[in-house]
């Protein structure tokens, strides 16, 4: 029994390792950003949920420097390129389509 809960344990220390790991994605970068932001301005109860909602939205920037998620990049620079070889129809489509799944 002792040697299953052992087991147990050690598969979720394992598993633990494993994800921390991973790269975080741009959402869990904010989101520690937010955090530690939030956390250094000693906010708390409504007004940090309202800092950290806008902050979490971006709000605090101009829309023109709004991040863009890596799809988002990808798609302008594809469409970009489309638009300087002057793709239309369905050679633009089949462009775009293998320009984004590179």
């Not at 390792?17 to 939030?38: E, F, G, L, V, Y």
């Not at 956390?39 to 863009?68: F, V």
Request: one cysteine or more; a positive charge.
């Amino acid at each position: 029994m002792k040697f299953a809960l052992v087991m147990v344990l050690l598969a979720g220390v394992v598993g633990s390792a494993t994800a921390a790991d991973k790269a975080m994605t741009p959402q869990q970068q904010r989101m520690t950003t937010c955090n530690q932001q939030a956390t250094a301005k000693t906010l708390k109860g409504d007004e940090r949920k309202s800092y950290m909602s806008g902050c979490l939205k971006n709000a605090d920037s101009a829309p023109a420097q709004k991040s863009l998620t890596p799809q988002q990049q990808k798609m302008k620079s594809c469409n970009a390129d489309a638009g300087k070889q002057s793709l239309t129809g369905d050679a633009r489509k089949t462009f775009m389509s293998n320009c984004l799944k590179k």
